[in-house]
């Protein structure tokens, strides 16, 4: 089955600054790639989402970009805010793989003031 | 909408008590999952519905565990008998249209089996 890999743990950057996760997956099948962000006691929420077909995607300060044939895909938070503290998780999914996600094991990110 | 709702948020129990969780999927999604997070394993994926029909249920991992969803805006999560080593925070979560799409995920239920 798939295995996807998140970088780091935990993440500390200065408010302004930029914050970058990585992770890889195993299966070369897997062609959908979400991220979500979780906030304390909340479950988990979609942020951004990349398909195969695409490499790059943006939306306003955060990007996602995706190496199919390296197998891995990376978050980057640009101007990174209080608010964005939380923890991050990619996932990675087959498609017609009936909506089953895998998760990375997450990054606790807390951006400092 | 509401979103996915789950019942209770909070749940204690004691070892060998049966537990039942609730979850009410996001009106018209047409896929279910039910999730468990810990610190050790993150998120694991127990068991998912399409059409209220069990897809998968590879993630559940022992006989103590069952899911049922007897329509499209109810399933319930089963634990009996609990252990400790159950204790995690629960998560449902609702999905529509055909893969891949976005999964919407209710605010967990915490469970603690002492």
């Known amino acids: 089955g798939e295995n996807v890999e998140q970088h780091p743990s935990t993440l500390s950057v200065q408010e302004g600054d930029s914050a970058v996760i990585k992770c890889t997956y195993s299966d070369s099948a897997s062609n959908y790639f979400p991220w979500y962000k979780q906030e304390l006691g909340k479950g988990p929420q979609l942020i951004i989402d990349?398909?195969?077909?695409?490499g790059e995607k943006k939306d306003q300060r955060i990007a996602v970009t995706l190496n199919k044939t390296a197998k891995h895909f990376s978050l980057h938070i640009t101007e990174t805010q209080p608010e964005d503290s939380a923890v991050y998780f990619c996932?990675?999914?087959?498609?017609?793989?009936?909506?089953?996600?895998?998760f990375g094991t997450g990054t606790q990110l807390k951006v400092e003031l | 909408d509401a979103g996915v709702i789950q019942s209770p948020r909070h749940e204690v129990t004691e070892m060998g008590q049966e537990v039942t969780l609730r979850c009410k999927p996001i009106s018209g999604h047409n896929s279910l999952f039910w999730y468990r997070q810990t610190m050790m394993r993150g998120l694991e994926l127990l068991i998912y519905?399409?059409?209220?029909?069990?897809?998968?249920d590879s993630g559940m991992p022992e006989d103590r565990f069952s899911a049922k969803m007897p329509n499209a805006s109810f399933s319930t999560l089963k634990i009996q008998p609990s252990e400790p080593r159950d204790s995690a925070v629960y998560f449902c979560?609702?999905?529509?249209?055909?893969?891949?799409?976005?999964?919407?995920f209710g605010q967990g239920t915490r469970l603690t089996v002492v």
């Open positions: 990349i398909r195969s077909n695409v």
């Open positions: 519905f399409n059409n209220n029909v069990p897809i998968d």
């Open positions: 979560a609702s999905s529509y249209g055909q893969s891949p799409t976005e999964a919407f």
């Open positions: 996932a990675a999914e087959v498609t017609g793989g009936g909506n089953k996600l895998t």
